[in-house]
């Protein structure tokens, strides 16, 4: 089997930051219900990228390493709030995208903290999947919702496109494809 290159993890450290300092900022705005929408998926989004990716930066250190075990944590916890849902009061609904604030900001240190300020390199099957994933969170046609109802108007762009092509073939370059009969040839 081929080794495949390995390709380097999109985090957009500045974007994710910037995301969480909305809400926790000292001079921070409580958003509309609308925006607080919007922020709260964007924030599990930068989760969803950053969790794999310190993960991957943290087995790279011993098994007793501190910040091993601190970045640890914070993924383990991220993965908690993520699975937690929000209340069904606005405060409640902020009170849970603060949260997910914390928790954005926690790993992005992690990040930080492990890489030593490079970006960690990943198969190719995954940084294709996290490719795709920062680019449907950052893009607006991506992010279209319907007007009425609130849902994600699903327009179509070519980049998401060409990223979900890059990433099935990565997944398939990974596993090929077996022949009909079974055996492998």
């Given at each position: ?23 926790l ?41 501190v ?16 699975g ?10 902020i ?21 030593s ?38 327009l ?17 370059s ?12």
């Open positions: 089997m081929n080794a495949q290159p390995q390709q380097t993890a999109p985090v957009d450290l500045e974007t994710m930051r910037a995301a969480a300092r909305r809400l900022a000292d001079d921070a705005e409580l958003p509309s219900e609308g925006e607080l929408e919007t922020l709260t998926l964007q924030l599990r989004g930068h989760l969803m990228l950053a969790i794999p990716v310190v993960e991957e930066l943290a087995c790279r250190f011993p098994e007793d390493d910040p091993r075990a601190c970045a640890h944590a914070a993924v383990m916890e991220a993965h908690v709030r993520l937690v849902k929000p209340g069904w009061t606005l405060p409640s609904q009170a849970y995208a603060q949260r997910l604030a914390r928790s954005v900001n926690a790993l992005c240190d992690h990040y930080e903290n492990l890489s300020g490079q970006p960690a390199v990943l198969d190719p099957e995954r940084a294709a999947l996290l490719h795709l994933s920062s680019h449907c969170l950052t893009c607006p046609t991506c992010m279209t919702t319907d007007d009425v109802t609130g849902v994600n108007a699903n179509a762009c070519e980049d998401a496109d060409r990223l979900y092509r890059a990433y099935r073939e990565a997944q398939h990974r596993c090929p494809a077996v022949p009909r009969d079974g055996r492998p040839s």
